[in-house]
């Protein structure tokens, strides 16, 4: 479908910015983009899709299709035309983005990416960089845990047919292997992100084939013996015991259906018994972080999972609260913090710095402060500045390079923040810089959820 | 990121393929794609993504770099060159489609596309077609039951910013619409799609202005009364009050925080005792069908909704089991039925059809037969071909008759099956061709899940 261009908006960024136009405002503004809330179950995030974001960003512009299909929208009518002869098509980004880098653990509601730029310019922005983060710091947010659940066996990530289309399935597969993941079944994500690409076969080759070990022998005349062979298309433990009795050795077996504890025994059992204690028994069918757990507690002889729909789909909590708040904007020549005091929906005045504090190893916790404040002792700045007059500063690390590094981060949280289940809550407060600044907008009246 | 093309696809389909090519199988398969089970609080499904299937069908070919990246790919050595050299280069879907028109109901375990095709170009396919048809339908059926639950006020599709990525926006933003939604925001949908847009205004526009009258007054300058005010963003009652005082007249005011009826119920009578009796009241923040039906059953004055998550993300089942079995293979110029005999995961064997019988405008009850079985009396079939060759044998009606003829097949629903809470199971049996057909292959010994 090709999206990404400028009209993949919502509508409204586009009247705001005809709007701020015909009224004359391109006055600088900041934007922070966040999570209000952890979603049920998380004790953490994982920050990701910044990548994504930073090239839609690059890449905007509108293109003569884009300005003609814009003119003739309800109720721009009245839009000078200059709005659609000279601005719109001169339009690019021009901002400075600070963020998060991709990988890191963040917790509500750090900025995970800082904008500002002039209005008009920050405004249409907001939905594709929504989308874009949202959803990849989603998919890793849960990987995390997957991978924390599978203490130490590889998990793969086999998405891409239950993610909500093939665009999803691809950004799942890279935020998945961000997070964690040792491989996707994702050609395609393969091939653009250099993510290992692992596979095994499906049910209709055995179907295919008169009987399964004609099936498993086919497979293995072409793909030799260092393959994966699917076992529970009629009989499991008849299938573990042909294979055991052929002389095939393959490096392993998978499992897709059943009570995967039980049957892992049991055709351990088979496959030991038959001299084939080198073939790996691999398990897949709608796992998620809570089914693997249990696996791992039971000592089920499983040394690998495949994990579909849970990641891409981020199946337990699919629709991240990520907003895109206006924090700060200029009015004559000076930078005001702004707030909105919405029931509910307070935001967080004055452009912002989230600073970590690691002792001896271990994230003690997190002071979010308005940027122009130092930071507490020994803290570190988790913003950094990755774009600016509307062009990245920096080559991007390497995906396998974000991953590396991103996994030492999260192994820097507690381990009782990392639990998988009835985890305790991560420090994160409020510097004096930001407290100060909403008791100034709000006379103590309508401060935002306590920290 | 522009996917959708051959390597959108798991490895196991490559290595399938190429296993098939090299053990000389190109016998023809039929597979069929349907949802084993209900998604909870599911009474049917809307099909939905056929349009994206086809497309993705037609242009389906490897190009120079995607044959020389697979050809570097683990385990393929042993592949015969001439798979790269030949079959990949030449390589085209060729097959027969029979598929369920879009925007009709559906339910398990009916076939909503079914494919006859070689086997190697079958398997291809099955990644591909499981994301388009399983998400945009995963969407129209929740769509459908956030109509339902509106009662006939309008309901937009607010879903961009909470979308897996910007195509999966697009994509649900037409699944939306399909569904019955009567417009989005989606601004590239709306290009696309011929979807109406619609659009108000966000919190960030009121907050750049000094005040918030100045800021309506503002809009209302470039875009007329016919306009939708957000008016929460600081105090509602009181940004109400100020319209009311102030002689604007907006079509309409925007409500996305606290608690919708009884806001809505104060905003009404101080807009009504304002004389701005015509002004309507739009709400949206994270609303869902049963938020929806609550506000409708207290007959709050809420004259539409706007629903972002919830239709995009499918935030309640956002992973929808949908699967593409092996149901039946050529073997010596004979065609034989397959199934799969894992528990829990049996496939129903046999090229079928479903029969839709309808009786003084409600749909009585399907039959799922085999394809060469007469239909029940006065049935009709829901299947119909739509490629053959591979290439589409019909020209696919616009979006909007696509919708008006779904929303007449929904509406034959009985109103006991449509229900937003504790729907009614509609009569879905399978045919005497298929039970024949399952016991001979069985034995009587596995019968999938009883219908």
Request: hydrophobic share 45%; aromatic share 8%; net charge neutral.
């Amino acid at each position: 479908m090709t999206p990404g261009g400028a009209l993949s908006t919502d509508f409204y960024e586009l009247t705001m910015m005809a709007g701020y136009y015909a009224a004359g405002i391109s006055s600088s503004a900041t934007f922070e983009l966040y999570v209000r809330d952890l979603p049920p179950r998380r004790s953490f995030l994982i920050a990701a899709g910044l990548e994504q974001a930073l090239a839609y960003l690059e890449g905007l512009h509108f293109d003569a299709a884009d300005i003609a299909y814009v003119r003739g929208l309800p109720n721009l009518e009245r839009v000078p035309a200059a709005f659609f002869d000279d601005y719109l098509p001169r339009f690019r980004f021009t901002g400075e983005v600070w963020a998060v880098e991709e990988g890191t653990p963040v917790f509500p509601p750090e900025p995970l990416l800082r904008i500002t730029a002039p209005m008009p310019e920050a405004q249409l922005v907001e939905t594709a960089l929504l989308a874009h983060i949202g959803f990849q710091t989603s998919v890793a947010s849960r990987t995390a845990r997957v991978i924390e659940a599978a203490a130490g066996r590889p998990v793969v990530d086999f998405g891409a047919r239950r993610a909500h289309g093939l665009d999803a399935g691809l950004l799942a597969a890279r935020a998945a292997f961000l997070a964690g993941c040792d491989a996707t079944s994702n050609v395609d994500a393969s091939r653009r992100f250099g993510i290992p690409v692992s596979g095994t076969m499906a049910h209709s080759w055995v179907m295919t084939f008169p009987d399964e070990m004609t099936a498993f022998r086919a497979y293995i005349e072409v793909f030799g013996e260092d393959t994966v062979l699917l076992i529970d298309t009629y009989d499991t433990e008849q299938a573990a015991r042909a294979i055991a009795a052929s002389g095939l050795k393959p490096r392993a077996v998978r499992l897709d259906s059943g009570d995967l504890i039980a049957v892992s025994r049991r055709v351990r059992a088979i496959l030991d018994a038959g001299g084939l204690r080198g073939t790996a028994i691999f398990v897949s069918s709608d796992l998620h972080e809570d089914r693997i757990a249990e696996m791992v507690a039971a000592n089920a002889p499983i040394d690998g999972f495949g994990v579909g729909g849970a990641l891409s789909t981020v199946s337990d909590a699919p629709a991240l609260g990520a907003i895109y708040k206006l924090v700060e904007i200029e009015r004559g020549g000076v930078n005001v913090p702004i707030m909105k005091l919405s029931p509910g929906k307070q935001s967080y005045p004055g452009r912002k710095q989230v600073w970590r504090r690691v002792e001896l190893g271990i994230a003690s916790g997190d002071t979010i402060d308005l940027d122009n404040r130092p930071g507490p002792d020994g803290a570190q700045p988790l913003l950094e500045r990755v774009m600016a007059d509307g062009r990245r500063t920096r080559v991007t690390p390497p995906l396998a390079e974000l991953r590396a590094r991103g996994r030492t981060r999260i192994a820097e949280l507690p381990a009782a923040v990392r639990s998988v289940r009835d985890a305790a809550p991560y420090p994160v407060r409020l510097g004096a810089g930001v407290r100060e600044t909403i008791d100034r907008l709000t006379h103590g009246r309508a401060a935002p959820s306590p920290l």
